[in-house]
């Protein structure tokens, strides 16, 4: 209802069609189930997109993909979003890990993993997080040491997505104990049968029915072709692996915020109070109207990344995406959780009920101002980002002369 299409070729239009007819298949059901922990993962769900197409969508026809820009893929995760963080998540676990084992793997780990992957036939799970910490990821203490022509791997991973059914993770572990973080890890891909230990399901607030897990790897044997990207360069398929984090989290949660107010203006239209539709207080439309300029913005953010993807991947900006990319996950995660809450206050005692699904939808929201590198690591790749900028030179006006008192620059004292 409150999507908007400027600024997305007709391609991208249709495509979004092709989305929400997918989205509104979806038995509503399996979110109860989901929600009531009584699956492990959503199986049919990733296998009907599968077989629809619509996984991993920036991928090249060769693999299964449709060779589509980022910011397609952000309208099909925003139409995916509306059900929830666990089928967004599900959806987007494709483009996430594809996209090491796309643009660092083999050819024959594309054949194995990445086109089964498109097809919905293999479950995929990313392991960064460690119970250690998670922001501080080349803090990474997992280890993998090689013994002949095997890595040997040892260490926990904590709050997997998927973590409990997978049939394959992307690991990244230490492989240097000398070295500083950022060139000491290498990431790996490593099957559930190779002996993955499952050793606990996390009790989430929300988010549930995605087999979230405590993995373990005990003296774990993976071959070295198993390998993503060079050794102790972990680093370049991290930071690559994150636009596809951030920005389906980002869109991911734009998609959630929406279906939250569109619940609360529609409730808003019908429920009285004072003799009044309540929709005719300021006091509520007013929370319409921001949430649906905070919504809007947060859109805008997403597809400026995107673009910002695009433009990178093609040359035609040299760029790095990260500074708008980390924007956007911060922007459309903060933003959706104040739409949420504003739309469950909209819906009054009734939204903290399960009569409508706004209670979940917060629930779920909750996590994304946490995940994928937390709000605050995004503030410090943003600011670090803007002092970069310092370096560089510029075409701009030099504004400081343009002060009343310009000349007194003897009054310019900084120590
Ligand atoms: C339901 C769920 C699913 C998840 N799925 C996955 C998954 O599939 N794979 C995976 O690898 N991880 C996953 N995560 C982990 C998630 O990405 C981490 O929880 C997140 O990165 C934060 O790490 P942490 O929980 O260890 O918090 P910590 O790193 O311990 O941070 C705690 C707090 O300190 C703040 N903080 C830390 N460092 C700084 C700093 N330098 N400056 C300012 N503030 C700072 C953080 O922002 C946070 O508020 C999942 C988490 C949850 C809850």
Same mark, same amino acid.
Request: glycine share 10%; hydrophobic share 40%; charged share 30%.
């Given at each position: 209802?409150?999507? @908007?299409?400027?600024?997305?070729?007709?391609?991208?239009?249709?495509?979004?069609?092709?989305?929400?007819?997918?989205?509104?298949?979806?038995?509503?059901?399996?979110?109860?189930?989901?929600?009531?922990?009584?699956?492990?993962?959503?199986?049919? &769900?990733?296998?009907?997109?599968?077989?629809?197409?619509?996984?991993?969508?920036?991928?090249?026809?060769?693999?299964?993909?449709?060779?589509?820009?980022?910011?397609?893929?952000?309208?099909?995760?925003?139409?995916?979003?509306?059900?929830?963080?666990?089928?967004?998540?599900?959806?987007?676990?494709?483009?996430?890990?594809?996209?090491?084992?796309?643009?660092?793997?083999?050819?024959?780990?594309?054949?194995?993993?990445?086109?089964?992957?498109?097809?919905?036939?293999?479950?995929?799970?990313?392991?960064?997080?460690?119970?250690?910490?998670?922001?501080?990821?080349?803090?990474?203490?997992?280890?993998?040491?090689?013994?002949?022509?095997?890595?040997?791997?040892?260490?926990?991973?904590?709050?997997?997505?998927?973590?409990?059914?997978?049939? &394959?993770?992307?690991?990244?572990?230490?492989?240097?104990?000398?070295?500083?973080?950022?060139?000491?890890?290498?990431?790996?891909?490593?099957?559930?049968?190779?002996?993955?230990?499952?050793?606990?399901?996390?009790?989430?607030?929300?988010?549930?029915?995605?087999?979230?897990?405590?993995?373990?790897?005990?003296?774990?044997?993976?071959?070295?072709?198993?390998?993503?990207?060079?050794? @102790? @360069?972990?680093?370049?398929?991290?930071?690559?692996?994150?636009?596809?984090?951030?920005?389906?989290?980002?869109?991911?949660?734009?998609?959630?915020?929406?279906?939250?107010?569109?619940?609360?203006?529609?409730?808003?239209?019908?429920?009285?109070?004072?003799?009044?539709?309540?929709?005719?207080?300021?006091?509520?439309?007013?929370?319409?109207?921001?949430?649906?300029?905070?919504?809007?913005?947060?859109?805008?953010?997403?597809?400026?990344?995107?673009?910002?993807?695009?433009?990178?991947?093609?040359?035609?900006?040299?760029?790095?995406?990260?500074?708008?990319?980390?924007?956007?996950?911060?922007?459309?995660?903060?933003?959706?959780?104040?739409?949420?809450?504003?739309?469950?206050?909209?819906?009054?005692?009734?939204?903290?009920?399960?009569?409508?699904?706004?209670?979940?939808?917060?629930?779920?929201?909750?996590?994304?101002?946490?995940?994928?590198?937390?709000?605050?690591?995004?503030?410090?790749?943003?600011?670090?980002?803007?002092?970069?900028?310092?370096?560089?030179?510029?075409?701009?006006?030099? &504004?400081?002369?343009?002060?009343?008192?310009?000349?007194?620059?003897?009054?310019?004292?900084?120590?």
């Amino acid at each position: 209802m409150i999507e @908007n299409n400027f600024l997305l070729s007709d391609e991208t239009v249709r495509l979004r069609g092709e989305m929400k007819e997918f989205v509104n298949s979806v038995d509503p059901e399996l979110l109860r189930k989901m929600d009531r922990d009584e699956i492990d993962y959503p199986f049919e &769900f990733v296998r009907e997109a599968g077989k629809r197409g619509l996984l991993g969508l920036r991928f090249p026809e060769e693999y299964g993909g449709r060779g589509l820009s980022w910011l397609a893929e952000s309208v099909a995760v925003e139409e995916v979003g509306v059900l929830g963080m666990g089928l967004g998540c599900a959806y987007s676990m494709v483009s996430i890990v594809g996209e090491a084992i796309h643009l660092f793997g083999q050819e024959w780990q594309r054949e194995e993993f990445l086109k089964p992957m498109i097809k919905g036939r293999k479950i995929s799970a990313e392991g960064l997080t460690e119970p250690r910490g998670g922001s501080d990821f080349f803090g990474t203490t997992t280890r993998a040491e090689k013994k002949g022509n095997r890595w040997i791997l040892n260490g926990v991973k904590r709050f997997i997505a998927g973590g409990k059914v997978a049939d &394959f993770y992307l690991i990244y572990a230490r492989t240097d104990p000398n070295a500083p973080g950022h060139r000491a890890m290498t990431a790996f891909l490593v099957e559930r049968d190779m002996g993955v230990e499952i050793e606990d399901l996390h009790n989430l607030m929300g988010f549930r029915g995605m087999g979230t897990a405590r993995i373990a790897f005990n003296n774990l044997e993976v071959p070295d072709e198993y390998r993503i990207g060079e050794v @102790n @360069n972990a680093r370049a398929v991290f930071n690559r692996m994150m636009i596809p984090e951030r920005l389906t989290s980002a869109a991911g949660a734009v998609g959630l915020a929406r279906a939250a107010i569109e619940v609360a203006i529609k409730y808003s239209a019908k429920r009285k109070a004072f003799g009044r539709k309540i929709r005719e207080f300021q006091g509520v439309s007013f929370k319409v109207a921001e949430s649906i300029a905070k919504l809007d913005s947060a859109r805008a953010l997403v597809y400026t990344a995107a673009r910002a993807a695009d433009d990178f991947d093609s040359g035609r900006s040299r760029m790095d995406p990260r500074r708008l990319v980390s924007e956007a996950k911060m922007i459309a995660t903060d933003f959706g959780w104040e739409i949420v809450n504003n739309a469950m206050q909209i819906l009054g005692g009734i939204g903290y009920t399960q009569v409508y699904p706004v209670e979940r939808m917060l629930r779920d929201m909750r996590l994304a101002p946490i995940w994928t590198g937390s709000n605050e690591i995004m503030k410090l790749l943003i600011q670090h980002e803007a002092y970069k900028m310092l370096d560089l030179p510029s075409e701009d006006r030099d &504004f400081e002369k343009d002060a009343m008192d310009w000349y007194k620059e003897f009054e310019k004292v900084y120590e």
